[in-house]
């Protein structure tokens, strides 16, 4: 006889566990499942040690930067310290406070793979071999996240390469590390290993550039530091093969030029896939294997009096942890009733990689903004127009740049690229968020001497 729930949430992960606090806190009794561990892919393999790894080495950039300290930095970051720190970060691996908390939360913890069987029911094959049958009244929320992305290359699979999680998690740091993509993981995962004691990192993008949804001026400022740091980048190549006998080993990477490399370990980073084969969607009338289509409620289409919900990677609308929440958020409050449609997650997305420097950018490209039609208006100034800057270091820079709408006189979007700037995006985000015009946004006064204070540099640059 199957258990009867208000809601029940697939997938423990952050975006999981925001939908389900947030049902569970509006009276809702609801179960939480989970197959692997509470926390998700962030809190475990993806963006908390990730940002472990990287906080070291940013720090010592800094402090080299910077008069009197530099001359205290002579060594190199010692990098079994910074994996144990990494390792204090996610807990020893072990999710036993995140399931603590749920149950704090007033949530039904279930440990197991969960699947539909049919309208509003779940079935759970526990960890103990058993199952559990289990009933939504009102609502199920599918938030199973996404994992890595293997291109179909020969011998790519079988050369047992890293994803995000062994990019995170290895407990020694390779000689030489080759790493395919051009986006967030790559370019992160690339500098962290690098600065940890990589002595060759090469990192291979099929593209024309690194980051290609950011502005121009950005990934450029990014891919020159990279460089700098000794990493060795490579755009408009491919890899056309891969060798690695037993999966372990030297592995021998070739690439479109005809060139080869040998590298101790290749970590693929080439995008994400929805995690939906295994979910039962065929019982539903939707298709396993693809995200699951959503409307501004995350409603999934298609599905018979709404009761289906899908958050985070796994609608395929923004995959990021911060927009995943977010969604879940919303989703919650829309199964408690209440009247809210999701729109930031197109229109005022924020997103910080966590190189040194760092990259931070919010809304709207320029390019994105002309594509749809609008009146734009860009401007940019360098991030050491201000004293704030100079304070931080010597030899600090980078650039800011806004995408304005001239018929409204607002935001439409922000680009950040400099030290420390993903503590700036957020005054960006509420700007774009909240449309602020312009002359009202000038009344927000920076203090000095802060690096914030370029936000009054590029008012006066639009001319206010």
């Given amino acids: 006889m199957a258990d009867a729930l208000d809601v029940v949430v697939i997938g423990g992960g952050p975006t999981g566990e925001n939908a389900a606090a947030r049902t569970a806190g509006g009276g809702l009794s609801t179960a939480l499942v989970e197959v692997e561990r509470f926390g998700g892919e962030c809190s475990f393999w993806a963006c908390i040690?990730?940002?472990?790894?990287l906080r070291p080495p940013e720090v010592l950039w800094l402090a080299r930067h910077t008069p009197g300290a530099r001359d205290a930095v002579k060594g190199q970051l010692n990098a079994s310290e910074v994996l144990a720190h990494r390792d204090r970060m996610v807990q020893g691996y072990d999710d036993s406070s995140q399931a603590e908390w749920a149950r704090g939360a007033k949530l039904e913890v279930v440990r197991g793979h969960g699947r539909l069987t049919g309208p509003r029911t779940v079935r759970v094959t526990l960890r103990d071999g058993g199952t559990r049958e289990l009933t939504a009244r009102r609502a199920v929320v599918l938030a199973t996240g996404s994992g890595p992305r293997l291109p179909d290359i020969p011998g790519l699979h079988e050369a047992k390469p890293w994803t995000n999680r062994e990019g995170t998690?290895?407990?020694n740091v390779p000689r030489r590390l080759v790493v395919m993509g051009g986006g967030a993981v790559a370019t992160e995962l690339s500098q962290a290993w690098r600065e940890l004691g990589a002595q060759e990192v090469t990192l291979i993008q099929r593209g024309e550039h690194l980051l290609g949804?950011?502005?121009?001026?950005?990934?450029?400022?990014?891919?020159?530091?990279?460089r700098e740091s000794g990493i060795t980048v490579r755009t408009s190549t491919q890899v056309t093969r891969v060798h690695r006998p037993g999966g372990q080993g030297e592995v021998t990477v070739t690439l479109s030029t005809g060139e080869t490399l040998r590298a101790d370990e290749l970590l693929v980073a080439m995008g994400r896939e929805a995690r939906t084969q295994d979910l039962g969607l065929e019982t539903v009338g939707l298709t396993p294997g693809k995200p699951v289509e959503v409307d501004d409620q995350l409603r999934a289409t298609g599905v018979k009096d709404g009761w289906l919900y899908a958050c985070g990677d796994v609608n395929g609308r923004n995959l990021l942890t911060h927009m995943g929440k977010y969604q879940a958020r919303l989703a919650g409050d829309h199964i408690l009733g209440k009247q809210v449609a999701a729109w930031a997650d197109a229109r005022a997305t924020p997103q910080v990689l966590f190189t040194h420097p760092q990259v931070a950018s919010v809304g709207l490209t320029e390019a994105e903004a002309r594509k749809q039609g609008l009146p734009v208006r860009t401007v940019r100034v360098g991030l050491d127009s201000v004293a704030g800057t100079a304070l931080l270091g010597e030899g600090?820079?980078?650039?800011?740049?806004?995408?304005?709408?001239?018929?409204?006189r607002i935001l439409l979007g922000a680009t950040f690229v400099g030290p420390g700037v993903g503590e700036l995006l957020h005054s960006a985000t509420i700007a774009v968020a909240g449309e602020v015009p312009l002359d009202r946004l000038w009344h927000a006064v920076p203090a000095f001497p802060t690096v914030s204070e370029v936000w009054l540099r590029l008012l006066e640059s639009y001319g206010l």
Avoid: I, T, Y
């Avoid at 040690?49 to 790894?53: D, E, Q, T, V, Y």
């Avoid at 949804?213 to 990279?226: S, V």
């Fill in 49 to 53: 040690p990730s940002k472990a790894l």
């Fill in 169 to 171: 998690a290895a407990k």
């Fill in 213 to 226: 949804r950011l502005e121009p001026f950005a990934r450029e400022l990014l891919e020159k530091a990279l």
């Fill in 396 to 408: 600090l820079n980078g650039a800011v740049q806004l995408v304005v709408d001239e018929r409204r």
